[in-house]
């Protein structure tokens, strides 16, 4: 019986360090990241376990964005959700994220609950497009074409 209450304390103590990681991490990780951090801790099937233990508690939500998995973090909120727009720069494939809070969202919402009697707790968007560094580097990029192009003309132009 002794074991048994080690499994249960263990299992106790591994959604304690997954709550804190999300915390710690402003509440959304890659779940391949959340794994690296707590393999020195737990098992792989200790890990695993806590999350869905968590997922089933309505502590937490798995879900997939840019084909990679991901744990955010949405608490006990009763009649509140998580929003999260997610944004893919598909020229460096970098990622970022921001919670979204707007009364529209809040209205398609209760629009939902009321013709589905669904509850939404985590809306997820994903956006793909060109980032803000992209966008600059592209727009130097086509600077520095037009001053080649200028110092051509100009040479041609002295050429003549
Ligand atoms: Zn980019």
Do not use: P
């Not at 794994?35 to 890990?47: C, E, F, G, H, Q």
């Not at 695993?48 to 939500?61: A, D, N, P, T």
């Not at 609950?113 to 968007?125: A, N, Q």
């Not at 803000?132 to 050429?159: F, G, Q, R, T, V």
């Amino acid at each position: 019986m002794v074991v048994y209450k080690k499994r249960i304390l263990r299992n106790n103590q591994i959604c304690e360090i997954i709550l804190d990681n999300l915390k710690e991490n402003d509440n959304i990780v890659k779940k391949e990241d959340l794994v690296k951090r707590l393999i020195n801790w737990a098992s792989l099937s200790t890990i695993y376990r806590g999350i869905s233990r968590l997922e089933k508690k309505g502590l937490i939500v798995a879900f997939d964005a840019a084909n990679d998995k991901y744990i955010a973090y949405i608490g006990d909120r009763s009649n509140k959700s998580l929003d999260l727009a997610f944004f893919v720069c598909d020229v460096c494939h970098q990622r970022f994220w921001l919670k979204l809070s707007n009364t529209t969202l809040e209205k398609i919402k209760r629009e939902i609950k009321k013709l589905y009697d669904f509850d939404s707790k985590f809306v997820l968007y994903e956006f793909h497009g060109v980032c803000k560094s992209c966008l600059l580097s592209k727009k130097s990029n086509s600077l520095n074409l037009k001053k080649e192009e200028i110092n051509h003309e100009n040479s041609s132009y002295a050429n003549r």
